[in-house]
């Protein structure tokens, strides 16, 4: 369940920020994410919501304003795609240790753990990066269109992943997929009312 923006302790705020690469292309734009919210952004492509989750773990450049964060507050992103590891051959274990994940009690993932990770399906790959994502010690988990490539078969296990984050971890999240943000329940904000 998602915490209200005015009840909720802070745990991000970005005031009147401007970002991009190599100049600012988004913004000015300001964000507020308390301790336990969950909040989708949602908006069409090339709007900007992947290069805001990118800003706020340091991998695009802030050219104005400011980006606060509590102290000692750990992020954890899942990026939209993410290579397989293939000069290895990995397991979801391993995935998992390298992450310093938990492992999780839903079926659907364990049965995907001793699957070496260049031989599982396009939908298993993205339900174990999520997994191992939602099972870090971070305090803000950042999801960037978390349901690309989930088949049915595992569509449903990756909601109650999520249905089941612990109650004061921050999720702050990007979809196009109207069926599967109705599934989360979670709200949602276009990324206009924000700038």
Known sequence: MSASPESAQPILSCTNIRVGFDRPVLGPLDLRLG??????????NGAGKSLLLRCLIGKARVFSGQVQRSPRTKTCLLAQEHPRPALWP?????WFRALGA??????????????????????????LRLAAVLHTSADILLLDEPAN????EVRDSALGLLQSLPPNTALLMTSH???FLAGTGFPEVPLADLL
Do not use: C, F, I
Not at 102 to 127: A, I, K
């Open 35 to 44: 301790r336990g919210e969950k909040m989708v952004l949602t908006g069409p």
């Open 90 to 94: 990995l397991n979801g274990h391993d």
């Open 102 to 127: 938990r492992v999780p009690g839903d079926s659907s993932v364990r049965t995907l753990l001793s699957r070496r990770l260049d031989r599982l399906s396009g939908g298993q790959w993205q339900l």
């Open 149 to 152: 490539h989930l088949d049915a």
């Open 177 to 179: 997929d109207a069926q």
